[in-house]
């Protein structure tokens, strides 16, 4: 059996979505890459959403961008990139929870419907970033250690939905395009995922939402350099 080789090319990064997936569906290298490091964040963070930890997070990650690129065919263009991908992450995700032993199903996550009763538009608050100062720098790993802690104690149904609102800063109608479900549940969850975490974190707290779950730099690098080797049958 022949083993293709991905094609070399010159940086990618001014490249829209579409030309991108049209050029990794010819096998080039830089679009992978560029495709990965775009996506690289949303789909840890959903991961790692899903498994309360780093390592499984990241092989997640990986087995859907090779899941992904090696079916780049099928993929339609009826959503983003982006979306279709990280429902790709999402299946892998549950099906390693499944394999350890019953879970949410993904069709209950949509379908549940409880958390609506109750639910008024004007009560929806965010959460107030402080601004960054010393005493905040010096305490960010135990703040962010802290937050992690909090964010997986949130139940299975409001959990994803924080992440992906809050952290990654998804729009609601995105996220209820990922989740498949309807905008107001999106809010539900959300408000009632705020209010959760609000209870459990101090006042005094400079919150850095956007630090939380990183997935850059070197680690980005090697997850590319995988995810090629992996492709490439190396």
């Not at 997936?21 to 096998?27: D, G, P």
């Not at 809010?187 to 919150?207: G, V």
Request: aromatic share 8%; glycine share 4%.
């Amino acid at each position: 059996m022949r083993t293709h080789r991905m094609a070399h090319a010159t940086p990618c990064d001014s490249l829209s979505e579409a030309e991108l997936v049209a050029s990794a569906l010819t096998r080039n290298e830089a679009a992978v890459r560029e495709l990965i490091r775009r996506c690289n964040r949303q789909l840890f963070r959903i991961a790692r959403s899903i498994m309360h930890n780093d390592s499984e997070a990241e092989d997640i990650v990986q087995a859907a961008y090779v899941s992904a690129f090696t079916k780049l065919e099928t993929f339609r263009g009826e959503s983003s990139f982006v979306t279709w991908i990280s429902r790709i992450t999402m299946n892998e995700a549950y099906g390693r929870l499944r394999r350890k032993g019953p879970i949410v199903q993904f069709a209950d996550y949509q379908n549940l419907k409880r958390a609506t009763e109750g639910f008024e538009e004007g009560a929806l608050q965010t959460m107030s970033q402080s601004p960054t100062n010393p005493e905040a720098e010096l305490g960010r790993a135990e703040v962010r250690a802290f937050l992690e802690r909090a964010i997986d104690a949130l139940p299975e149904p409001f959990r994803l939905t924080y992440v992906l609102r809050d952290i990654q800063e998804m729009t609601t109608r995105e996220v209820a395009q990922l989740l498949q479900i309807n905008v107001v549940t999106v809010k539900t969850r959300l408000f009632r995922a705020r209010r959760l975490l609000r209870a459990e974190i101090s006042k005094h707290f400079a919150t850095d939402f956007y630090s939380i779950y990183p997935f850059d730099g070197a680690r980005c690098v090697g997850m590319a350099d995988r995810v090629i080797n992996a492709m490439a049958g190396g």
